[in-house]
């Protein structure tokens, strides 16, 4: 666990807080309406990616700035600001008072500026920006530099176990869930796009099939040789799959175990990595068991006994797909993307 406190006078801006994987959802867009918190309650996250502002055009930087700002291809702008902000939620923190007039221009919330609207209230340091416009998640920035983090001698609680699917699958869920599981989709989606090496896939019938097979039937070739997608995890070993879905590491976002299977090698002669990680929340929606029934039991049933006495419905009102927005905002971020038949896969995008 870690204490955020300012960097000039040492007053404390947080609560003790654990260190979790950025959510893939973070850079996501939820339209005209207020968000939750993006961070749960006692985690923070790093975002390694250069802070918005000065923004560049593409065509402005050189090969080597574009990578040097973590994007492989064309986006629009560039952003080029400090790298590393620290991302909590804003029930976490302490000791700041916010300065309205600093606030970017904002409909129902409020909106990061071009300078920190956040003010250490023991000193007056500019330390970070609160956002909780409508269509944002609702989260602190502490901006590198502005704060020091305090490690303290307490252990981290346990991570909590994946949820069990919802009775209806994707369909039913709040709409603030919809965003995050289709943002984990998006984003995994990308790395299987690049785990594919340009070759076509084969992905289990089911969840998977329905959630993420529409885009590599679309973008990739038809016709063998097909590389095998595969679920793996507790339970699922994920045998003979090319690629494997595994379940990712609440604490680091990658996979819980960093197996790798050999995979043939992809149209440009090189290899292609074997493991997609997807977090814990998408990980179960597709490869647990589904409860039938909106309302469980207390505890949990045995295993292998499913609920029988709600029906399903006929017909799901709505599909849950992809985000495409974090999709293609992924795959500028890898550099797979560079090599000429995953840059035309992007281009199509």
């Given at each position: 666990m870690?204490?955020?406190?300012c ?31 993006l ?40 952003p ?21 007039e ?37 989260t ?15 252990p ?16 039913g869920?709040a ?64 045998d ?8 990712a ?37 597709l490869?647990l ?21 709600y ?5 799901p ?16 971020r ?16």
């Amino acid at each position: 666990m870690d204490l955020f406190v300012c960097a000039d006078c040492g007053a404390e801006l947080s609560v003790p807080v654990e260190r979790v994987a950025l959510p893939p959802e973070t850079h996501a867009r939820g339209g005209h309406e207020p968000l939750p918190p993006l961070m749960e309650p006692g985690t923070y996250a790093v975002d390694p990616e250069p802070w918005r502002r000065p923004w560049r055009a593409w065509e402005e930087l050189s090969a080597a700035e574009t990578a040097a700002a973590g994007v492989y291809a064309p986006v629009y702008p560039v952003p080029l600001g400090p790298r590393n902000h620290l991302v909590l939620a804003p029930g976490d923190t302490r000791g700041t008072r916010l300065v309205p007039e600093r606030c970017e221009n904002h409909c129902l919330g409020i909106a990061a500026g071009a300078e920190p609207h956040l003010e250490c209230v023991g000193c007056g340091r500019g330390v970070g920006f609160r956002e909780d416009d409508c269509g944002l998640w609702q989260t602190v920035w502490y901006a590198p530099g502005a704060v020091v983090r305090r490690p303290l001698k307490v252990p981290a609680p346990a991570p909590p176990p994946p949820d069990r699917p919802s009775y209806d699958g994707f369909d039913g869920l709040a709409r603030w869930q919809d965003l995050r599981l289709a943002a984990a989709a998006g984003a995994a989606l990308a790395r299987l796009l690049a785990a594919s090496g340009g070759a076509p896939l084969t992905l289990p019938a089911g969840p998977v099939t329905a959630l993420l097979g529409r885009e590599p039937a679309r973008l990739l070739p038809a016709g063998p040789p097909a590389r095998r997608v595969g679920l793996a995890g507790p339970g699922l070993p994920g045998d003979g799959a090319d690629i494997t879905l595994v379940p990712a590491d609440r604490r680091t976002g990658g996979p819980q175990s960093p197996r790798r299977t050999p995979v043939g090698p992809g149209p440009d002669g090189g290899r292609t990595p074997a493991v997609v990680p997807l977090p814990a929340r998408l990980w179960a929606r597709l490869a647990l068991p589904v409860e039938t029934s909106p309302m469980p039991p207390s505890g949990r049933p045995p295993a292998g006994v499913l609920r029988d006495d709600y029906p399903l419905p006929d017909h799901p009102g709505r599909l849950l797909g992809p985000d495409r927005h974090v999709l293609r905002r992924t795959l500028a971020r890898l550099p797979e993307v560079r090599e000429p038949w995953l840059r035309a896969v992007y281009d199509r995008l």
